[in-house]
C-alpha cells in the first residue's frame, strides 16, 4: 500500500548513540514535529539540534502517521 503523504528530514548529523531523535504529532495543530539532539561532546564542538515541523495535509488521519530513519540518517514520515 502506497502512503498518502510522506516527508523526509536529514537527520544524518543525529544518528550516533549519543544522540536523540523525537516525532510527535499535534493534533491541535496537525502537525508532525521533528526534534532532535547531540549530546555535548568536548572533542566534537557545541551540541547540535534540530526542530523541524511539517504540516500534514488536511486528509491524513494523525493516528497513521509512522516513521523509519534508514541507514544514511533519513527520516522519512508518511501517513497510511
Known sequence: ML???RATVDASLFTSPTSTIDVSVDPVTHKVL????TTPDP???PPRTLRQS???PRFADEKNVEHTLNNDGILEVSVV
Do not use: D, M, N
Not at 34 to 37: G, I, T
Open 54 to 56: 511539517i504540516t500534514l
Open 3 to 5: 502512503p498518502k503523504f
Open 34 to 37: 521533528v526534534q532532535a539532539a
Open 43 to 45: 572533542g566534537h564542538g
